[in-house]
Antibody
Framework: QVQLQESGPGLVKPSETLSLTCTVS??????????WSWVRQTPGKGLAWIGY???????YYNPSLKSRVTISVDTSKVHFSLNLSSVTAADTGLYYC??????????????WGQGTQVTVSS | DIQMTQSPSSLSAFVGDRVTITCRPS??????LNWYQQKPGKAPRLLIS???TLQSGVPSRYSGSGSGTVFTLTISNLQPEDFATYSC?????????FGQGTKVEIK
């Protein structure tokens, strides 16, 4: 059974960097059949895709966040991470990691972590 | 960015009812449309991919249809566990975008 679990600080100061890790079990981020993605949810704007990383390490980011976002995979291949720099209160929200199925071409997000709340405040 | 507009934003229905939720992208997206269900305090759950492909384990009372610029999610014979928020998502072009959600409540 595939499981994803987000972890990281729940409180980040304005202008600092938000750093989250997603731990994957039951699969590997080196699997060529999937991308590994981050999504956030805010009360005002609903679900928003942040970006993904593929098994080759290629990344795609939402242009609205591209200048501030980095998604990476660690050498263990069971964790992937999100770094979002220069955060403001607008970055407050519930952050999810998710697996994206590639084979069908429809890129559905088939497994999700439970989400982790991040608040940006001094 | 492709804007995804769902209607209605909320609805009330009885157990046993048939409900339909519509999703309209701001431009054509072929069939690159996925539907998710989300309950309070839980992560989204994938229901339908590619506009109409029901995911394993999802009850057959759920169905999806459409292509291009109009898509629908239909729940027939609404059950108590179906009361949740439903969101569409386009994966036709990056950035992938979601609808604002439709909350289905008990009448």
């Amino acid at each position: 059974q595939v499981q994803l679990q987000e972890s990281g600080p729940g409180l980040v100061k304005p202008s600092e960097t938000l750093s989250l890790t997603c731990t994957v079990s039951g699969d590997s981020v080196s699997s060529r059949n999937y991308y590994w993605s981050w999504v956030r949810q805010t009360p005002g704007k609903g679900l928003a895709w942040i970006g993904y990383i593929s098994h080759t390490g290629s990344t795609y980011y939402n242009p609205s966040l591209k200048s501030r976002v980095t998604i990476s995979v660690d050498t263990s291949k069971v964790h992937f991470s999100l770094n979002l720099s220069s955060v403001t209160a607008a970055d407050t929200g519930l952050y999810y990691c998710a697996r994206v199925e590639v084979g069908s071409g429809n890129y559905p997000f088939d497994y999700w972590g439970q989400g982790t709340q991040v608040t940006v405040s001094s | 960015d492709i804007q995804m507009t769902q209607s209605p934003s909320s609805l009330s229905a009885f157990v046993g009812d048939r409900v339909t939720i519509t999703c309209r992208p701001s431009q054509t997206i072929s069939s690159y449309l996925n539907w998710y269900q989300q309950k309070p305090g839980k992560a989204p759950r994938l229901l339908i991919s590619g506009a109409s492909t029901l995911q394993s384990g999802v009850p057959s009372r759920y169905s999806g249809s459409g292509s291009g610029t109009v898509f629908t999610l239909t729940i027939s014979n609404l059950q108590p566990e179906d009361f949740a928020t439903y969101s569409c998502q386009q994966t036709y072009s990056i950035p992938w975008t979601f609808g604002q959600g439709t909350k289905v409540e008990i009448k």
